[in-house]
């Protein structure tokens, strides 16, 4: 089973940029699909985005569509998530997780939940 | 797309059973089998507990059980253990354009 290793803490100024990476282990990265997943201070968790590097388009929540960019680096096994203009409702922690890919008789999809997950990456915005 | 619906918290006695309802609409819980739940303790990241409804990973215990009946899910917690004082969270496939949406999320507290 993947694993995946997120990036450490960020502290970044209101408007800024952050880039938060997730580094996976085993050799199926290309097509597994990597989920980013945001939770705020005492809060819920609320789907992002995802990309499947073999594909390399990827697909955001309406509401992140603006400021969110998903992308992977197969060379490195490594998927990124990079949240412009940030402002202080930003302050979360952020996960990657992984939807597993099944095939069955030749037809192959990534199933439709979250099987695993880093660690989380906690991003501060603070002035 | 809104986030599904759950109680803000469920609580038990060791050994008890609990049920932490998860409600949604016929365009995400209602209408595909494809509802998973998450158990989170403080400060960690979410585990899968159960996946497609009712199916557990290989290492959960048979004590997570899950269901739906319409727009709602049920996650079951039987013989409650204080290791099972977590956060609890549902999600399921939606038809809408974001494609995953998660419930609002449970606090389970073992008394």
């Known amino acids: 089973q993947v694993q995946l290793v997120q990036s450490g803490a960020e502290v970044k100024k209101p408007g800024s940029s952050v880039k938060v990476s997730c580094k996976a282990s085993?050799?199926?990265?290309?097509?597994?699909?990597f989920t980013w997943v945001r939770q705020a201070p005492g809060q819920g968790l609320e789907w992002m985005g995802e990309?499947?590097?073999?594909?390399?388009?990827?697909n955001y929540a309406q509401k992140f569509e603006a400021t969110v960019t998903i992308t992977a680096d197969e060379s490195t096994s490594t998927a990124y998530m990079e949240l412009s203009g940030l402002r202080f409702d930003d302050t979360a922690v952020y996960f990657c997780?992984?939807?597993?890919?099944?095939?069955?008789?030749?037809?192959?999809?990534?199933?439709?939940?979250?099987?695993?997950w880093g660690q989380g990456t906690l991003v501060t915005v603070s002035s | 797309q809104s986030a599904l619906t759950q109680p803000a918290s469920v609580s038990g006695s060791p050994g008890q059973s609990i049920t932490i309802s998860c409600t949604g609409t016929?365009?995400?819980?209602?209408?595909?089998?494809?509802v998973s739940w998450y158990q989170q303790h403080s400060g960690k990241a979410p585990k899968l507990i159960i996946y497609?409804?009712?199916y557990r990973p290989s290492g959960i215990s048979h004590r997570f059980s899950g269901s739906k009946s319409g727009n709602t899910a049920s996650l079951t917690l039987s013989g409650l253990q204080a290791d099972d004082e977590a956060d609890y969270y549902c999600?399921?496939?939606?038809?809408?354009?974001?494609?995953?949406?998660f419930g609002t999320g449970t606090r389970v507290t073992v008394l």
């Open positions: 997780a992984t939807r597993p890919r099944k095939c069955t008789g030749g037809s192959c999809s990534s199933k439709d939940w979250f099987e695993t």
């Open positions: 990309i499947i590097p073999m594909f390399g388009r990827a």
């Open positions: 999600s399921s496939y939606t038809s809408s354009s974001t494609p995953y949406v």
């Open positions: 497609d409804v009712s």
């Open positions: 016929s365009s995400d819980v209602g209408g595909f089998n494809y």
């Open positions: 085993g050799d199926t990265f290309s097509t597994t699909s």
